[in-house]
């Protein structure tokens, strides 16, 4: 079953706000939506920067979008194959506010 991404509108809105983020965004969301995986080790077969960040209690996993200009934020429900995009930042406002504040 391949991965179900919600919300590719937070990577539209993003790319149109930086536009060199779009294509990188969209080959992000290509590799997604294509993959299955069932745990990290099988996601980072297809991404291997992502990092698993816990928080309060639960999962998230940060992707490296661009050459690692901007991060993708998201929860991952490996059972059902459906990816939640969180946030994505730019690197600069993940390394200046901890991941705080949204760009």
């Not at 080790?41 to 920067?49: I, M, Q, V």
């Amino acid at each position: 079953m391949p991965v179900h991404v919600i919300s590719q509108k937070a990577l539209r809105e993003f790319g149109r706000k930086h536009a060199d983020a779009a294509t990188p965004l969209r080959a992000w969301h290509k590799l997604t939506r294509h993959g299955s995986f069932q745990n990290l080790a099988e996601l980072k077969r297809t991404f291997a920067s992502v990092d698993l960040v816990p928080v309060k209690g639960r999962d998230f996993y940060v992707f490296d979008i661009g050459g690692n200009k901007y991060r993708l934020i998201a929860a991952i429900h490996f059972n059902s194959q459906r990816l939640l995009v969180r946030h994505i930042l730019t690197h600069s406002i993940t390394t200046r506010n901890g991941g705080r504040d949204e760009d």
